[in-house]
């Protein structure tokens, strides 16, 4: 029996992990659980999975939701009622909680890298979802994780397929998880991508792309901000950072292939030039309940891929011009340090903008460019936890000015 954590548990990744838990009773249980903002959600999954511990990022919430659990005592018994903690410190704290071996990271944004960070430091093993902690923090996380012998497990679908192809590699010694280190005989990663909502639309029409046309993926069913990712390919530039973090690949042998029928969902290519793929229907559940699961492979009940039903598995390489936010990502990613925490705020920032209809699809990448080449000048090479933090807010609050700047004057960026 592994005794989970859930970070984000109300999101779609969270969900998600908890019917894995549901699905599989005799092999896990859950011990703790965060969120943000969903209070209904939340209690109906404490009164379900009868967690220890409770943290809400709202500290100022906690009262409504003790008082809520304290109606519903009679529901709860015998179960007592969780610890509940609210804020930064207490996100941290129930990521750290004692008696889970695995935390699944699923809060969304760089508001995951202090939990993941403490239940690194705590010595859990981490299901990371939220690849922003290691795009920001890279050089934090990767000490960290030798330092406390974690395990990083990916659950992105992509970096998950990486690993499955490369146990049984002269890279599966488990000493080497994930620590950045040089992965011997792995020659190329070729991360493939949907190609998000636009996929179809001509460069020219994306003028025109709205928040509703954004939020809808043809492939997947995700959280709004990494949907939004997916549309301009940021996602797969941010996983092109994440990739050279996790496999220590560098980023002149890691590329991106358009696959729009998301069936293939990453490739390894080893010293001797053969190619190794994961196939699966596009299900975020697969990929995390190998994390679960790992080094095991469980039985599902799940459909099972039948590729005379999928007909074609197509190919192409994706167009740079109309995806710039790639290029901003592997120019980040080369330079190193904090110019990826600089990239991902940034991105941050600018989507939740677009996401409240304060600036255009196409103003994303503008605003990021703009953000990322300020920083070059000031970017620390091997930074600390506190410069990561301090380059967050920055980045989101040179956003925000750039961001008036364009509502006032919009030829100022579109330039
Ligand atoms: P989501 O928006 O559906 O859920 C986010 C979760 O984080 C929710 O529980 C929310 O309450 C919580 N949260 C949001 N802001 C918070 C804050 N400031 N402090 C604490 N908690 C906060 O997002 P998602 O789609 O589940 O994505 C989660 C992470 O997983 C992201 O990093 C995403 O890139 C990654 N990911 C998601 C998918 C997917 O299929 N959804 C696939 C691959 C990777
Ligand atoms: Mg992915």
């Known amino acids: 029996m592994k005794a989970l954590t859930v970070l984000g548990s109300t999101g779609s990744i969270g969900t998600q992990t908890l019917e894995i838990v549901e699905d599989f009773p005799d092999r896990f249980k859950v011990v703790a659980l965060t969120a943000g903002r969903n209070l209904d959600l939340l209690i109906s999954q404490i009164l379900r999975h009868r967690p220890e511990a409770v943290g809400l990022a709202d500290p100022d919430s906690i009262p409504l939701l003790r008082a809520r659990l304290e109606a519903l005592e009679a529901a709860l018994r015998p179960s007592p009622l969780p610890a509940l903690l609210g804020g930064s410190d207490g996100l941290c704290a129930v990521a750290a909680w004692p008696s889970a071996d695995l935390v699944v990271s699923g809060i969304v944004g760089c508001a995951g890298l202090l939990p993941t960070l403490a239940a690194i430091g705590a010595g859990k093993d981490i299901a990371l979802a939220n690849k922003e902690t290691l795009i920001a923090a890279g050089p934090v996380v990767l000490p960290a994780l030798e330092a406390s012998g974690s395990r990083l497990l990916p659950a992105d679908s992509e970096h998950s397929a990486l690993f499955q192809c490369l146990q049984g590699t002269p890279w599966a010694d488990s000493a080497r998880l994930s620590t950045g280190v040089p992965t011997p005989g792995l020659?190329?990663?070729?991360?493939?991508a949907s190609g998000g909502a636009f996929r179809d639309w001509p460069a020219a029409d994306l003028a025109k792309a709205t928040v509703a046309d954004a939020t809808s993926h043809p492939n997947w069913s995700m959280g709004r901000k990494i949907t939004v990712d997916s549309a301009t390919l940021m996602n797969k530039g941010l996983e092109v950072i994440e990739a050279h973090y996790l496999f220590g690949i560098d980023y002149d042998h890691i590329e991106i292939v358009i696959h729009p029928q998301s069936i293939i969902h990453s490739m390894v290519e080893l010293a001797d030039s053969s190619v190794l793929a994961q196939l699966g229907w596009p299900d975020m559940k697969l990929p995390l309940l190998?994390?679960?699961?790992w080094p095991e492979r469980?039985?599902?009940?799940?459909?099972?891929?039948?590729?005379?039903?999928?007909?074609?598995?197509?190919?192409?390489?994706p167009d740079r011009s109309k995806y710039p936010c790639m290029e901003l990502a592997y120019a980040a990613g080369r330079a190193?340090?904090?110019?990826?925490?600089?990239?991902?705020?940034?991105?941050?920032?600018?989507?939740?903008l677009f996401l409240e209809e304060r600036i255009h699809f196409l103003d994303i990448p503008r605003l990021i460019e703009r953000v990322c080449d300020r920083h070059r000048a000031d970017l620390t090479p091997t930074p600390s936890l506190a410069d990561v933090l301090a380059v967050d807010s920055w980045a989101r609050q040179a956003v925000r000015e750039a961001a008036s700047v364009l509502a006032a004057s919009p030829s100022l960026l579109s330039a």
């Open 336 to 352: 190193g340090g904090t110019l990826p925490a600089a990239l991902n705020a940034a991105n941050e920032q600018a989507v939740a």
């Open 290 to 293: 190998y994390c679960l699961s």
């Open 187 to 192: 020659r190329r990663i070729q991360l493939t």
């Open 298 to 317: 469980f039985e599902t009940p799940w459909r099972r891929l039948d590729l005379t039903e999928v007909g074609q598995l197509s190919f192409r390489a």
